[in-house]
Every structure is written in structure tokens, then in C-alpha cells.
């Protein structure tokens, strides 16, 4: 049984720092490329970052400069550091991995940057 589990959301004010952390089990964490979504409210999901199975990172245009992601394969977990967290960071960021005949997301966690 595969397992995406989020941690490290939260309330924060804008301008500071939080890191989230997705913990794989089920699958050959090595094996996969990782990303963060997150979808605001009443907003569509988009893709945050992205992380290949051998560490070669994307970002999304909204969050380059201010987010890092990162992995630890002897963890089986990914992380996003997010910087300078602006309010319309707010939303419910999830972890996921997908390609050719799998596709799994957690279960998610909130971000909140609010003054």
C-alpha cells in the first residue's frame, strides 16, 4: 500500500519560513521523480515544484527563488522549503508521484501566511 504523508504545515506571517516534509512508503522512493501541488481556495491545483528521481529540480514560475525542494532517498521523504511565504501562498500543499501507470497523492497539508 502506497503512503504520501505531509507534515510541517501551519500558520505563518508573511515574509517567514516553513518546510514540509512528504514521507514515502509502498514504493522504491529511489525509483520516482516527487512534486508538491498545492491548490488555493476556489482556485485550480497547480505544481509547485518537482524533483527527479536523481535530485534535478523544477519550479513553478511563482515560487521560483523562494522555494527549494529537496529529498532525502534514504528517508523516503521530500521536502519543500518555502521562503519569504506571501499571502497568496495560502493553500493546501500536496505531495506527489505519478508516471506510466501510477499516479499517488497524500492526503495534504495547510499553509497559511497571514499578518
Known amino acids: 500500500q502506497v503512503q504520501l504523508e505531509e507534515s510541517g504545515g501551519g500558520l505563518v506571517q508573511p515574509g517567514e519560513s516553513l518546510t514540509l516534509s512528504c514521507e514515502a512508503s509502498?514504493?522504491?522512493?529511489?525509483?520516482?521523480?516527487m512534486d508538491w501541488y498545492r491548490q488555493a481556495p476556489g482556485k485550480e491545483r497547480e505544481l509547485v515544484a518537482s524533483?527527479?528521481?536523481?535530485?534535478?529540480?523544477k519550479y513553478g514560475d511563482s515560487v521560483k527563488g523562494r522555494f527549494t525542494i529537496s529529498r532525502d532517498n534514504a528517508k523516503n521523504t521530500v521536502y519543500l522549503r518555502m521562503n519569504s511565504l506571501k499571502p497568496e501562498d495560502t493553500a493546501d500543499y500536496y505531495c506527489?508521484?505519478?508516471?506510466?501507470?501510477?499516479?499517488?497523492w497524500g492526503q495534504g497539508t495547510q499553509v497559511t501566511v497571514s499578518s
Open positions: 506527489h508521484t505519478g508516471g506510466t501507470g501510477y499516479d499517488y
Open positions: 524533483i527527479s528521481n536523481i535530485g534535478r529540480p
Open positions: 509502498g514504493i522504491i522512493f529511489s525509483t520516482k521523480p
